[in-house]
């Protein structure tokens, strides 16, 4: 007997947590009632990823009254898509929903899209942004240029401008338990494993407060898990690269020669130098995509855990994966 049978709980909405304060407040006041309105029995698993600020005292209060709510706090910050996974394996929902806390994605859209995977039948439903005026130009611009990127390498079955608002049925979600990654990108993941899906439509809106907690340090990292976590593409680069870098070198060596045969052989110390700044650079590259992807074997091979679990108000306060 699966979980959601055993609980009786056909929603669990995932909502990863850092540093969120100061939005708390309006979560709960509109994603509440948009769960309310369901008529489903329900649980809100509110992951705080090792906040410093009082977001953890704030969802103890809340907790008191909104039984509903369940509060999973991890020991440290792990990141977004480690929060993300600890949400997503101890939900116990028919369904599961994950959405942000900055309520730029609309609570009101989880309805609709339960009812939409019910309807068809669909174990997946993505939250699609289709308008995203309110964020800045350079985000727009590097969200898409991180999709195009992202759908050449990996394929057409990423939808474009869908994060990580989006419901998975029980089986989509035990699915994701069973693979084996370390550095898990689910914008990625879920569509790389087939199921039946659908999408919903929604304009994103503004952050409602705080500051956003992916900079571009984090954006950087995220497309690097993205690519190297699914395409072979840069070791393929790295080749292309060193094929150039020998053909240049032949012409070169060819140039040399001709110079020499010509009797002009005067000390050329600029074609010497941009050829020897072109070799080093292409190595340099080359190890580097390499130690990208020797860096992902290291950390598989060690196979620390994603998070652990201090508290968790909905089961045993020491469990952990």
């Known amino acids: ?29 509109r994603l509440r009632p948009a769960l309310d309105g369901i008529g489903e029995p329900y649980e809100v ?10 977001t953890p005292e704030l969802l103890h209060d809340l907790r008191a009254g909104w039984p509903e709510l369940r509060m999973v706090r991890l020991r440290r910050n792990c990141g977004h898509q480690a929060a993300l996974t600890a949400g997503l394996e101890l939900a116990v929902g028919a369904y599961v929903a994950s959405i942000d806390a900055d309520l730029q994605d609309p609570p009101e859209k989880v309805a609709e ?11 997946i439903v993505y939250g699609v942004r289709e308008d995203r005026s309110t964020d800045s130009g350079f985000k727009r611009r590097t969200a898409g240029a991180y999709y195009w990127l992202i759908r050449r390498l990996v394929g057409r079955q990423v939808p474009a401008q ?11 979600v035990e699915a994701l338990r069973e693979l084996p990654e ?15 899906s659908g999408e919903v439509r929604y304009v994103r809106e503004e952050r409602v407060a705080g500051r956003t907690k992916y900079p571009v340090g984090k954006m950087v990292r995220l497309a690097l898990d993205s690519v190297t976590g699914f395409s072979a593409a840069p070791l393929r680069v790295a080749t292309w690269l060193g094929v ?43 190890v580097g995509l390499l130690g990208e992807y020797v860096a992902r074997i290291y950390t598989a091979v060690q196979r ?18």
């Not at 698993?45 to 009082?54: E, F, I, L, R, Y």
């Not at 032949?250 to 070799?279: D, E, K, Q, R």
């Open 1 to 29: 007997m699966s979980s959601a049978a055993r609980t009786g709980i056909t929603l669990s909405v995932v909502v990863p947590m850092f540093n969120e304060q100061d939005a708390l407040a309006a979560l709960v006041a």
């Open 45 to 54: 698993v509110a992951v705080d990823d090792g906040s410093t600020d009082k």
């Open 113 to 123: 899209m339960l009812a939409l995977a019910r309807a068809e039948r669909l174990d």
């Open 162 to 172: 869908a994060g990580d608002f989006r419901l998975l049925s029980r089986e989509a």
């Open 182 to 196: 370390q550095h898990r990108v689910y914008r990625l993941l879920v569509p790389w494993l087939g199921f039946p």
């Open 244 to 286: 150039l870098s020998f053909l240049t070198c032949l012409l070169l060596v060819v140039f040399s020669l001709s110079v020499y045969l010509a009797g002009m052989t005067v000390p050329g110390w600029t074609s010497l130098f941009v050829g020897v700044l072109f070799i080093g650079a292409v190595q340099l590259v080359c």
């Open 304 to 321: 620390r855990p994603a998070y652990f679990v201090a508290e968790d108000t909905g089961t045993d306060p020491t469990a952990q994966r």
